[in-house]
């Protein structure tokens, strides 16, 4: 079927979920793909930005997402991810939406144990430290050292509300009292699992998905809560009530700022330092998915605390993120600010 003999598809998911649906597919089911096609679909805008479509998604890229999963699911979780998103491709193919099945390949090599870790670019601490000081305007500053302090998803951050974040200072005024949920833990973000792309949260169509299992409260030390404050000084009055943290300070003034607007904002500084090449991949370049990479690397190095850094991502099981949230000031706050590199 040629490109003019059929309807362009803007959104393959929203598509795909749409015809399994027609086939018999329960609700539960459809949920389970889109939770996973989504999240495949934000790792490649975050990882392979020079991937227009995913249609043009190379098995390398499969191979990538897949490994990323290892050590957060169980084997048979990341199975079952493996035949939906294969499933996606095969039936976008046989359809004549997309020319070939990245994942046919994937699926093959699975047990072969194949090494697909791309070996990610080495940064220090002291040159990390040299590259935020490199950054002037306060949004782009305030955002690039919340991913670093806490190594929160892009989609997470951009999702964040004025009352998720609980930060204790004189300097300015903060209107609107933070979440329940922050009341005795000052000085830290509430991630909830709830935002989904699509779906209306504190009043407001999400663009952007969280990928939590269950809901986590970060610490937020001098450094970061002093960079805040900072930006909640400049921050442009928003036109959503929901009171997104995180406004854009040039077009569209005062909305919320997206995933792909906090890629090109990294993008843009990292090229700077010679850290970002268009087409370099994961391997070589820095995204806001590398400093979830270098957060956990350094803080499982410091601490050897597998589970409380696994809780800080938000990874952790139902039975052991209790454990935590229960004892959240000795277990988590302590732990993190005794051992959470410095940036300033």
Not at 40 to 50: C, K, L, S, V
Not at 252 to 267: F, N, Y
Not at 288 to 310: A, D, M, N, S
């Amino acid at each position: 079927m040629s490109t003019t003999d059929r309807e362009q598809v803007d959104d393959p998911i929203a598509y795909f979920l749409q015809d399994i649906e027609y086939q018999g597919k329960t609700e539960r089911t459809r949920s389970a793909y889109e939770r996973v096609l989504r999240d495949f679909e934000a790792f490649i805008e975050e990882e392979y930005p020079h991937v227009n479509t995913l249609s043009g998604t190379t098995h390398r890229a499969c191979m990538a997402w897949i490994h990323g999963q290892r050590g957060e699911v169980a084997d048979s979780t990341l199975a079952t991810y493996a035949s939906y998103l294969h499933r996606f491709y095969a039936y976008m193919a046989q359809v004549g939406e997309f020319e070939e099945n990245p994942m046919a390949l994937v699926v093959e090599q699975m047990d072969e144990s194949i090494d697909v870790d791309p070996t990610r670019r080495e940064i220090s601490v002291p040159e990390m430290r040299e590259f935020v000081a490199s950054i002037p305007h306060p949004l782009s500053r305030a955002v690039i050292f919340t991913l670093l302090k806490t190594g929160i998803r892009a989609g997470e951050l951009c999702n964040l509300d004025l009352r998720d974040v609980h930060l204790t200072t004189d300097a300015i005024e903060i209107e609107t009292p933070p979440r329940p949920q922050l009341n005795g833990k000052p000085d830290s973000i509430y991630v909830s699992p709830e935002p989904a792309r699509g779906q209306t949260v504190n009043g407001e169509e999400r663009t952007a998905s969280n990928k939590r299992r269950r809901p986590t409260v970060l610490p937020v030390d001098d450094e970061l809560r002093e960079t805040l404050v900072r930006w909640l000084a400049v921050r442009p009055d928003c036109r959503s009530d929901a009171e997104p943290f995180f406004a854009n300070t040039a077009r569209e003034w005062g909305s919320r700022i997206t995933p792909t607007a906090v890629h090109h904002m990294v993008e843009r500084h990292a090229r700077e330092r010679g850290w970002y090449r268009t087409g370099g991949g994961a391997s070589e370049n820095v995204t806001p998915h590398y400093f979830r990479h270098f957060f956990t690397t350094y803080l499982r190095g410091q601490t050897g605390e597998r589970g409380i850094v696994k809780y800080l991502r938000g990874d952790v099981a139902d039975d052991v993120i209790d454990t935590y949230t229960h004892n959240w000031g000795d277990r988590v706050r302590d732990t993190y600010e005794m051992n959470i590199y410095r940036l300033l």
